[in-house]
């Protein structure tokens, strides 16, 4: 399906948005669950987003940044797993494994951004120091019109200039390779999962695993819905027993002095 220059315009739009919240990791909705399904419902195949960002997210549900580093970007991945799957016709998984070159091409910008914008650092450094705030908030508010700015022209670019160009690449690809690209596609969220069981898989957490397991394996469900609100329930749960355990520890005193007239010195007035 072809892919409309309002629609084109609209995906620019949104990675704007998202592109910020990535930057500032606000509101999280730059994860590709998000990004995928209202990639979806700009081009009118919510199912498509849906699917797409499902799988995408479950791939990069270990890729977190961490200081300086930048995983694969999600926004382009989330974006253009739609975007392929919705023009070539292309199956999710494909699609997802199909779309990473251009969430590693947006990563590399985000590295160089960083490298880049340290021109800026001594301007900041400057402002500081003559308590320049309007100035301060100015070079920042550029910077982050840089990087926004960037994520529309390159979704612009990549999802409806190039389209065609894709999908005449897409189609002339051998089956065995396409077929090859759903294989990879389908082995990446396991490859995320262990990722983030590397950090998280601790003892205290062993029994909501083993549970999750035993329903999505062993019962008959039609949807994943009911392990969902059942993993809710649980960490509900949990959260009210950790906020009741907290409000009812008690607090140490450190004050020492026995005497209960003389003035308490222990908060350092």
């Not at 997210?57 to 991945?77: D, K």
């Not at 969430?103 to 400057?126: E, H």
Request: aromatic content about 12%; proline content about 5%; glycine content about 8%.
């Amino acid at each position: 399906m072809q892919i409309t220059l309002l629609q084109g315009l609209l995906l620019a739009i949104a990675a704007i948005i998202q592109g910020v919240d990535f930057w500032l990791e606000g509101l999280y909705i730059f994860r590709p669950i998000i990004v995928a399904t209202v990639a979806g419902i700009i081009l009118g195949d919510v199912q498509t987003g849906l699917v797409v960002g499902g799988v995408t997210e479950l791939a990069f549900a270990g890729l977190t940044p961490a200081g300086g580093t930048q995983p694969p970007n999600p926004i382009l991945a989330g974006v253009m797993g739609v975007v392929l799957a919705h023009t070539t016709g292309a199956e999710p998984t494909a699609a997802m494994a199909l779309a990473l070159p251009f969430s590693l091409l947006m990563q590399y910008v985000i590295l160089f951004f960083y490298s880049a914008f340290a021109f800026f650092m001594r301007q900041i450094d400057k402002a500081s120091h003559e308590g320049d705030t309007k100035k301060v908030a100015r070079i920042h508010y550029e910077i982050t019109g840089i990087v926004a700015v960037t994520y529309g022209v390159v979704v612009f670019l990549t999802a409806y200039l190039a389209q065609t160009p894709m999908k005449q690449f897409v189609a002339s690809l051998p089956e065995w390779l396409t077929h090859g690209f759903e294989v990879i596609g389908g082995i990446l969220p396991a490859i995320g999962f262990a990722m983030l069981l590397n950090t998280m898989l601790k003892m205290e957490f062993m029994p909501f695993l083993l549970i999750g397991f035993i329903l999505a394996t062993f019962l008959n469900f039609s949807n994943l819905l009911p392990v969902a609100v059942v993993g809710f329930a649980l960490a509900l749960f949990t959260y009210t027993i950790d906020q009741k355990i907290r409000k009812n520890k008690p607090t140490i005193n450190l004050n020492t002095n026995s005497n209960p007239e003389e003035e308490d010195f222990s908060n350092g007035i």
